[in-house]
């Protein structure tokens, strides 16, 4: 049984400044916290019902993480969804510094705040093989739990850096490309292989100092009516042409 401090510790954690606080954050769900199993991310502390423990034994007994078989009703207290998971975890925010030279896709988010579109455009950026992605300080926060459920454990695997603008596209040092409503035909542009790709906020797109600071503003080619894609969407798009025009 969960004692009254644990679960009140791991129930503040669903809010920022928790998480900023004590430097944890929480993952919820089997796929997810199997994926931080196999990741073997570092002082993993698991809390699972019963059945799910016997039924991922060899998992568990592989890379021992530390594992709390907990009952029913305490999942339901510290759960961070309506109906819980089966399985949580905790893991310790880990800080990372970026790589000072820039290589293969990188992608730099301007204010994106929707976390379901965060989280979706990492996947994408692990799906298609980018290096990193970067996040101005005011784009949804990393360890939003809705960010993490989008992820699907792709942050595990994409470093995800927040930092200035400014400061990373002054020591770039590779082709810079700006997602925009009116730039070149995303197909008639001739793929880098070291590319730092500006994806703006979901309503106002890219700001006008971003913009400037490109080398080249690329735009997703429409057939239909729609004004704008969404921005996970058009991230997609744009990282398939660079990753796959490479190949």
């Not at 669903?14 to 919820?28: A, D, F, S, V």
């Not at 709390?68 to 207290?77: A, C, G, H, Q």
């Not at 400037?212 to 729609?226: L, N, Q």
Request: hydrophobic share 40%; glycine share 4%.
């Amino acid at each position: 049984m969960l004692s009254r401090s644990q679960i009140k510790h791991i129930q503040s954690l669903q809010r920022k400044k928790y998480r900023t606080l004590h430097q944890q954050y929480l993952i919820e769900g089997p796929k997810i916290v199997e994926e931080a199993v196999v990741f073997n991310a570092p002082k993993i502390e698991i809390f699972a019902t019963a059945m799910w423990v016997n039924a991922q034994e060899d998992l568990l007994s592989k890379y021992s993480p530390v594992v709390n078989i907990v009952s029913d009703k305490d999942l339901d207290r510290i759960s961070q969804l309506k109906t819980a998971n089966q399985v949580l975890a905790l893991l310790p925010i880990e800080k990372a510094e970026p790589r000072k030279k820039l290589s293969g896709l990188n992608l730099m988010l301007e204010n994106i705040q929707d976390p379901g579109n965060l989280g979706t455009i990492i996947r994408c950026a692990d799906w298609f093989g980018a290096s990193a992605v970067f996040c101005t300080p005011d784009c949804a926060d990393l360890y939003n739990p809705k960010v993490l459920q989008a992820c699907m454990g792709s942050n595990f695997y994409v470093p995800v850096y927040y930092l200035e603008a400014e400061t990373l596209i002054e020591n770039a040092h590779v082709p810079i490309y700006a997602a925009t409503v009116s730039g070149e035909n995303l197909y008639n542009v001739k793929p880098q292989e070291n590319v730092l790709i500006l994806i703006g906020n979901e309503s106002k797109g890219l700001s006008a100092a971003l913009k400037e600071s490109c080398d080249t503003e690329i735009t997703i080619p429409k057939k239909g009516k729609a004004e704008s894609l969404n921005a996970a969407n058009a991230t997609a798009v744009i990282l398939s042409y660079f990753a796959n025009a490479l190949r």
